[in-house]
C-alpha cells in the first residue's frame, strides 16, 4: 500500500463513555497509538474532557448523547459501568461494536447477577442471598441465621469506593441497611463478612479475536471501603494461588464474553482459599501499578482489546511496584498542588506522578503515585515511601516530621 504523503495516519476511533480519571489517561494511552479518544463527558471540565480534544457532552443515561458519542466511532467502551444496559442494548441493535458487550457488562453493573453468575459457573464466592423487594426483607433474617456470623449489605447496582457497602453489626442493622436501599429502589445483595488474610486482584485483558493476557496478581488495601493502596506483585503469594487467580480471571473474561480489561477483586480468606468479590470490566485502580510497572499498561491494553490488536506484553518491568492513592485531605491545604509537587520532587524525585487534574473534594481520588523497586526486599520501604507521598500531595503533610528547610 502506498500512502498519500503529508497525509495524517487514518486511525482507529475509540469513544469512551465517562470522562473521569480512567479517560484521562486511556487517551493519554491513545495518544502513543497515534489516536485520540472521543469521550462523552458530564461536563467539559471532567478529568478526559480536559485532554482530549473530541469531547461529547451529555448524559451516559441519556441514548441520544450515547448516539452522538458512537456516531462514527469503531467502539464504544467505558470508563465506568452505570450506563443502563437496556440503552447498550439499544446501541447494538443500530450497529454499534459496544466493548465490552451488554450482556458481559450486566456483571459488572448488578452486584447480584454477578454472583449468581460465578456461582453457576462454579467460581468461589461468598455465601450469599439476593433481597428485590420490601416484603421480602425476612430473607435476611433467614440468611443471617445460615451464616451465623456478621454479614455485608450491598445495593447491586450504582455502588463504588464502599458507597453502598453496609458492614451490619447485627441482623436490625442489616435490614434496616437492606430497607434503605429497597426503598429507594435498589435491590440488595446479602453476604457473610469475610475472615480474610488480605484482598487481592487477578487482571486480565480478553480481545473479541479471543486473545487473554494476565498481569501479575497483587495485593490492594482498602481503608473505609476505598482502595489506597496496591502491591504488585502480591508479596509472599504463593506460585500456585496466583496461577490459580490468572487463570480464574482468564476463565471468567472467556465465559462472560468480556472484550477489554477485566478486574477480579478477590478475597483470600484466613484459611488460604480465593473467593471472588466482584468484577469490573474497565481499566482498574488495581492496575495503575501497570502504567509505570508493567511493559503494557492496562490503558493500552483496553485500547488493544477493544480494537482487537493483539495484546501486548504483561510483564513486570521491575520487581516490584507500590501504587498509592492521593485521596482529597479534609481540609483542603492552602498550599497550591503545583508547589507540593514541587517539594514531593525535591524529597522524592523518583516519585512516578499521575494526576486526575480533578478538584480537590476530602475522599476524593485526585491522583496516584508509584514507587518501583529493583528487589522485593524493598516493599516495606516502598509502601512507606508511597504513603508518604500520597499523603503529601493530598495533605500538604509530611507524616514523617520532615522539614524541607530543617
Ligand atoms: N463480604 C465481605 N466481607 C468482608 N469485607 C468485604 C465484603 N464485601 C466487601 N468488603 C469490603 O468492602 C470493600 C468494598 O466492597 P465492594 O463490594 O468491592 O464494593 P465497591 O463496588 O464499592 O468496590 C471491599 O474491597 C472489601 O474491603
Ligand atoms: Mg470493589
Not at 207 to 218: D, E, I, K, N, R
Request: aromatic content about 4%; charged content about 20%; hydrophobic content about 45%.
Amino acid at each position: 500500500m502506498i500512502g498519500v504523503p503529508g497525509t495524517p495516519i487514518a486511525a482507529p476511533l475509540v469513544a469512551m463513555v465517562g470522562g473521569g480519571q480512567l479517560a484521562r489517561m486511556t487517551h493519554q494511552a491513545a495518544i502513543a497509538l497515534g489516536q485520540t479518544l472521543r469521550v462523552l463527558a458530564a461536563a467539559p471540565d471532567d478529568p478526559a474532557a480536559q485532554v482530549s480534544p473530541d469531547v461529547v457532552v451529555g448524559s451516559h443515561t441519556n441514548l441520544d448523547d450515547l448516539r452522538r458519542v458512537a456516531l462514527g466511532a469503531d467502539v464504544v467502551t467505558f470508563d465506568h459501568e452505570h450506563v443502563p444496559n437496556e440503552l447498550l442494548e439499544k446501541l447494538v441493535a443500530e450497529g454499534v461494536n459496544v466493548a465490552p458487550p451488554p450482556q458481559a457488562l450486566v456483571h459488572a453493573q448488578d452486584k447480584l447477577v454477578m454472583r449468581e453468575r460465578l456461582a453457576a459457573l462454579d467460581a468461589p464466592v461468598p455465601r450469599f442471598a439476593g433481597v428485590s423487594r420490601l416484603d421480602e426483607l425476612d430473607r435476611v433474617d433467614a440468611f443471617a441465621g445460615r451464616v451465623g456470623g456478621p454479614i455485608v449489605v450491598k445495593a447491586v447496582r450504582g455502588g463504588y469506593d464502599g458507597r453502598g457497602v453496609r458492614m451490619a453489626r447485627d441482623v436490625a442493622q442489616a435490614r434496616e441497611a437492606a430497607d434503605k436501599f429497597l426503598a429507594s429502589g435498589v435491590p440488595v445483595l446479602v453476604e457473610e463478612r469475610v475472615e480474610m488474610r488480605r484482598e487481592l486482584a487477578a487482571l486480565v485483558a480478553r480481545s473479541p479475536f479471543g486473545q487473554g493476557a494476565a498481569w501479575p496478581v497483587v495485593q490492594t488495601v482498602q481503608r473505609d471501603g476505598i482502595c489506597v493502596e496496591v502491591i504488585a506483585p502480591a508479596p509472599g503469594l504463593d506460585d500456585d494461588v496466583g496461577a490459580e487467580a490468572q487463570q480464574l480471571a482468564l476463565r471468567l473474561a472467556a465465559e462472560l464474553g468480556v472484550v477489554g480489561v477485566l478486574a477480579v477483586e478477590l478475597f483470600e480468606t484466613t484459611d488460604g482459599r480465593l473467593l471472588v468479590n466482584e468484577l469490573a470490566m474497565r481499566p482498574h485502580n488495581s492496575g495503575h501499578w501497570t502504567m509505570d510497572g508493567a511493559r503494557t499498561s492496562q490503558f493500552e491494553q483496553h485500547l488493544r482489546a477493544v480494537l482487537d490488536y493483539p495484546l501486548g506484553d504483561t510483564g513486570a518491568t521491575v520487581p516490584v511496584t507500590v501504587m498509592a492513592n492521593v485521596l482529597g485531605a479534609p481540609r483542603t491545604p492552602t498550599m497550591t498542588v503545583d508547589e507540593r509537587l514541587h517539594h514531593l520532587f525535591a524529597r522524592m524525585p523518583e516519585a512516578r506522578v499521575h494526576l486526575y487534574g480533578k478538584g480537590e473534594r476530602p475522599g476524593r481520588k485526585i491522583g496516584h503515585v508509584n514507587f518501583l523497586g529493583s528487589d522485593d526486599a524493598e516493599v516495606a520501604n516502598l509502601r512507606e515511601r508511597a504513603a508518604l507521598a500520597a499523603h503529601w500531595l493530598s495533605h500538604g503533610q509530611w507524616t514523617d516530621g520532615w522539614e524541607p528547610h530543617g
